[in-house]
DNA sequence: GCGGATCAC
DNA sequence: TATGGTGATCCGC
């Protein structure tokens, strides 16, 4: 192993000798590469730019880290470190009274393991240097891209600078957690309580398995290694044996790609093994701790530890010098753990830097928004918040509070999370992050699997947001009903309101039972409760809460109960959704209260229907027959629509009943939803994923698939722009269009930018099973740019209000296109964006081969 | 309890 | 043009 040399020499006519990365350490299949060359390109791609300034900034620190180190080391006098010693030799007999010989520990790290699975579902890829990620960063790299020195954690730019054929393909969670649960269900057969890292590795005791079957660990990992290549159609992974995990997963790392090692349980080969092992292979040991260790104590390898254990016990904690002790000595974690539960959740995201106090406000409420949506599908309420900023120059504060009460709502978290963030203006910000922690223990207990649907309409559909103090209430429902101009001006309008208020929020205390335990508490006997019975409720519970609340109270409307007949059939429009699209049903149920804040706006008159009295629903509700309504009769939410409406793609793709785009991709009209039941929950059929490579859907295939739809489509060509068509085949109406250009863009190649895309009133009140149509329209427009050699397609989420922006921006991620850039005319940069696109919002691109591929299950399905 | 850091994947 | 997101833990206040 030739690495460690650490280049503390400053030679100023190699300037790059010094710029440490973390690519800089060794890594499996990095092995013939020429690191010089990679250091270099690293560095002259990197010097001057912000984050190469803040590089140094903390370089700076940890230098000065190690040199206050070294005063503490020198001061220490020969008794100190006797006495020091003696407490090493005093832990080493406890510690080593504690070891375990006798279990044996398997850890198994797939290669490359989303490279890989890309390879897989895309064989061409085979052979050629490929990373997944993007421009910006890249998550895992195969073997081939690794000889360039691409690698995982590297900016994608830099990775194409080292390798210029490097294969970018988009990230695609689902179908790694697909491919992992393959995996996990091998692992199941050698220990059932295998504890999972992360998606592509895992420790497995199979001390059982092996004394059953007499067989020696080696063996046991070659059988499962196998068993995982033919179960997951193709994957390889590499395994260590070992006493202990620790050292497992030392192992797996040796042989990889596609090997394993194995330790022998006997305590001489383990400290043969652990003393000349360098530090930096210890989980746990980072870049920064092998440097004080090594710069500040000469300390390199396990060995060191324990022969300089009186400096560690002298210069750091307890815990610490008692870990890197334990290490020294090859000790490791042997037991099966406990089950862990989280301790935090949190949602954090990236974008151009900005001061424009708006844009942080808007961006920090999309993040409470997602954060609060991802408590509530796990269920957690939590009482610390924590607000994470990276200013421009990539420093990293945190600022946090803990409230009185346990809370998940999108609301509480944004009141909080807004004052934190107001505190810290003016300052410019490329990312926010917010995290909950301390959560509510006694409702983590609670067993998810019971009555889920009711608990997720009465808490998460609507009516928990009525239980909220916040008299802003309507603006998350609004938010989720798109379906005019109108709409979208009072989406703006509460927005604006909403955020007023927000920076004036006084600090107050709450003191009743939050809407989440009110619910747990409650579930069993109430399954629906109307918006007023719950109105009603919370007034009895804060009897002496101010007016104001009470007025608040007094313009919310009063909701239809929601209930999915048979599990899966909307009372109100009929519309199917199994159980488990919790997602859509949660945009369902919105729809359904957003269409009722319209009618509420539309007039008082009409908005006071009796409502029902029912204010308990047991489960015998639904076999009482459901009250059936249209989706399509929605003609008071189209009322006030202009004719043509600009890129709502919400409703262009086929949201506009609640239903996500996913659903679409896998079912694309309701009666294919029927016959899906239970669907599939990947966007990757299990027959496709093991598959040889898919072809992409041609133009034709888009046509003639787009004629079973009554879809007319066209598309009309004037040198590099374009227009795509469609037109209703029955009447030879136009129902929509998208029109772009293809243009070269900063000798990148073509690219496709699609400009517009609309769809007509028509449309989106005409038959649900042309809600597709914006799916076709956008097909068309990609496969042209596809055919013209484009590789990439561009589009800008415009700015038409910030709370839509956020939905459309989500939207479009959800169909494969990734973040940019903001464009906000902020910066000189965003003239050329802005003249191009001509207005504000969020450049956005998308790599059109992927999104082919993503697509094709679409229109390759229907021809056949 | 908070804030900064480190680490892993 | 451009350097991620999530979760855990530790240390020093």
Known sequence: MDEGESSSTNNPSRPWESYNTVFTNAKAGMEGVDKEKVQRVVYEMSKGSKYFQNEERKEALMKQKIEHMRDRCAKLSSSDLSNYQKVVDRRILEVEATRDLSRVWLHVDMDAFYAAVETLSNPSLKGKPMAVGGLSMISTANYEARKFG?????????????????????????????????????????????????????????????????????????????????????LTCSAGVAANRLLAKVCSDINKPNGQFVLQNDRSTVMTFISSLPIRKIGGIGKVTEHILKDALEIKTCGDMVLKGSLLYALFTQSSADFFLSVGLGLGKTDTPEVRSRKSISSERTFAATGDEKLLYSKLAEIAEMLSHDMQKERLAARTLTLKLKTASFEIRSRAVSLQRYTCSSEDILKHATKLLKAELPVSIRLIGLR??????????????????????????????????????????????????????????????????????????????????????????????????????HKDCKADSSAEKTEAVSVLP?????????????????????????????????FHLAQRLQNEESGPSSSNTPTSKRRILGKEKANSKPKKQKPNQKDDNVRGLHSVVKLLALE??????????????????????????????????????????????????????????????????LGPFFRVTGKNADTGSEVGRAEGVVRPWFGRGLVLHLDTIRLTKETMVMDKSLLGVGLYV?????????????????LLAIYDSDLYHSKLVRFYRRIGFEEVKEVSGSSIGDMADMLVWGGVGTRMDANIHHLLVKWSKVFLKSVS
């Open 652 to 717: 262009m793709f086929g949201s506009l009943g609640g239903c996500h785009l996913s659903s679409v991709l896998e079912r694309r009209n309701p009666e294919e939803m029927k016959m899906a039941l239970p669907p599939p929950r990947l966007n990757l059929s299990p027959s496709s994923s093991l598959g040889e490579p898919r072809s992409l859907p041609s133009m034709s295939d888009i046509l003639t698939s787009s004629k079973a739809r009554n879809l007319d489509l066209k598309i009309q060509t």
């Open 436 to 537: 909950m922690s301390q959560f509510n223990e006694e409702a983590r207990h609670s067993d998810p699997s019971q009555g889920t649907i009711t608990k997720f309409i009465v808490q998460k559909g609507s009516s928990r947001k009525n239980l909220d103090d916040n008299d802003s209430s309507d603006l998350d429902a609004s938010k989720n009903c798109l379906g005019n101009d109108e709409m979208l001006s009072l989406s703006y309008a509460s927005h604006e309101t909403s955020y007023d208020q927000l920076k004036d929020v006084v600090e107050y205390e709450e003191q009743s039972v939050t809407p989440n335990q009110e619910c747990k508490k409650k579930e069993e006997r109430i399954q629906v409760l109307e918006g007023d019975a719950l109105l009603r409720k």
């Open 558 to 590: 009063q909701m239809e109960p929601l209930v999915w007949v048979d599990g899966y059939r909307c009372n109100l429009c009929g519309i199917e959704l199994p159980p488990s699209f919790v997602e859509e049903r949660q945009e369902h149920s919105d």
């Open 150 to 234: 691409v690698r995982a954690a590297m900016p994608g730019f830099i990775a194409r600078k080292l390798c210029p054929d490097l294969i970018f393909v988009p990230v695609d969670f689902p179908k790694y957690t697909h491919y992992s649960d393959l995996t996990r269900k091998v692992f199941k057969n050698y220990d059932p309580n295998f504890i999972a890292g992360s998606l592509d590795e895992a420790y497995l005791d199979i001390t059982e398995v092996c004394r059953e079957r007499g067989l020696s660990g080696g063996e046991i990992a070659e059988e499962l290694r196998s068993s995982v290549h033919s179960e997951t159609g193709g």
């Open 778 to 794: 956008g097909a068309v427009a990609i496969r042209h740019g596809y055919d013209c050699g484009c590789r990439t397609a561009q």
